[in-house]
């Protein structure tokens, strides 16, 4: 068992640093494979040293090996969440083929929120390509009632496109399909939760951030890491929260 938590870390970073390269190049139109990763500032390519998960960063301090100039804490920070979240799909799922849909989640929501954080964007082609993989995979490990998945994306595309349409551009298209997506993974009440969840992150972010001047009130703020936390929770834990909310009802 040991030795699974420590194979998920370690590939979970390994894959974090890859959807980082994803997340930032897909919006810009670029290959995800060439050409290697360079330093924004000084164009000098990453030696294999340097493209260590997580490490690399610690080790450089860090700063660009050549240039000196700061890299952003963004990156190893995903790295690292990417190798926990495995580990933690692992150790909420246990050895079931519903870890794939766990793994699959993680990595769409690690994608998403460094396209969001760096060009508020939520990118067509990721939303297309994890559309195609979670309905094949809902075909052979399903949800009960079957049509649950269904009804969780038909639910999260109407809802999202009322509040869009309500809010006047409050909400992006993106996190519309967003939605529509996540659906699929969460079926109809984890996926309601996660929207309840992912308002609730989303507006104490904002609060936080206006009170230390980082979000100015008329700026619109990425929701998708918001989306991505409330995402998150409602599908490890949203069973327990609601039987939870359900026993101090009565
Ligand atoms: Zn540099």
Redesign the pocket.
């Given at each position: 068992m040991a030795f699974l938590y420590i194979y998920l870390f370690i590939l979970g970073i390994i894959l974090g640093s890859f959807y980082n390269v994803v997340g930032l190049r897909i919006p810009k139109k670029q290959s995800i494979v060439k050409p290697r990763s360079a330093?924004p500032?000084?164009?000098?390519t990453l030696t294999w040293k340097e493209l260590i998960p997580v490490f690399s960063y610690m080790i450089q301090g860090g700063k660009?090996?050549?240039?000196?100039?700061k890299i952003s804490l963004i990156y190893p920070l995903m790295e690292l969440s990417c190798g926990i979240l495995f580990v933690l799909s692992f150790h909420v799922i246990g050895l079931q083929a519903e870890l794939i849909v766990a793994l699959t989640l993680v990595s769409l929501l690690q994608i998403i929120t460094v396209s969001d954080l760096a060009y508020m964007i939520i990118p067509n082609k990721v939303l297309l390509l994890f559309l195609f993989i979670i309905v094949m995979e809902r075909t052979f490990i399903p949800l009960t009632p079957w049509y649950d998945p269904i009804l969780g994306a038909i639910t999260g595309f109407v809802l999202l496109y009322v509040i869009a349409i309500v809010s006047k551009g409050g909400m992006g298209g993106g996190d519309i399909k967003l939605f529509a997506v996540l659906g699929f993974f969460l079926g109809l009440s984890n996926l309601l939760l996660a929207f309840f969840l992912a308002t609730f992150v989303g507006t104490v972010i904002g609060v936080f951030g206006m009170i230390a001047g980082q979000v100015k009130r008329k700026k619109p703020m990425p929701f998708g890491p918001s989306i991505a936390i409330g995402s998150l929770i409602a599908y490890f834990y949203g069973t327990d929260l609601v039987d939870w909310y359900l026993a101090l009802l009565q």
């Amino acid at each position: 068992m040991a030795f699974l938590y420590i194979y998920l870390f370690i590939l979970g970073i390994i894959l974090g640093s890859f959807y980082n390269v994803v997340g930032l190049r897909i919006p810009k139109k670029q290959s995800i494979v060439k050409p290697r990763s360079a330093c924004p500032n000084c164009h000098h390519t990453l030696t294999w040293k340097e493209l260590i998960p997580v490490f690399s960063y610690m080790i450089q301090g860090g700063k660009c090996k050549n240039c000196r100039q700061k890299i952003s804490l963004i990156y190893p920070l995903m790295e690292l969440s990417c190798g926990i979240l495995f580990v933690l799909s692992f150790h909420v799922i246990g050895l079931q083929a519903e870890l794939i849909v766990a793994l699959t989640l993680v990595s769409l929501l690690q994608i998403i929120t460094v396209s969001d954080l760096a060009y508020m964007i939520i990118p067509n082609k990721v939303l297309l390509l994890f559309l195609f993989i979670i309905v094949m995979e809902r075909t052979f490990i399903p949800l009960t009632p079957w049509y649950d998945p269904i009804l969780g994306a038909i639910t999260g595309f109407v809802l999202l496109y009322v509040i869009a349409i309500v809010s006047k551009g409050g909400m992006g298209g993106g996190d519309i399909k967003l939605f529509a997506v996540l659906g699929f993974f969460l079926g109809l009440s984890n996926l309601l939760l996660a929207f309840f969840l992912a308002t609730f992150v989303g507006t104490v972010i904002g609060v936080f951030g206006m009170i230390a001047g980082q979000v100015k009130r008329k700026k619109p703020m990425p929701f998708g890491p918001s989306i991505a936390i409330g995402s998150l929770i409602a599908y490890f834990y949203g069973t327990d929260l609601v039987d939870w909310y359900l026993a101090l009802l009565q």
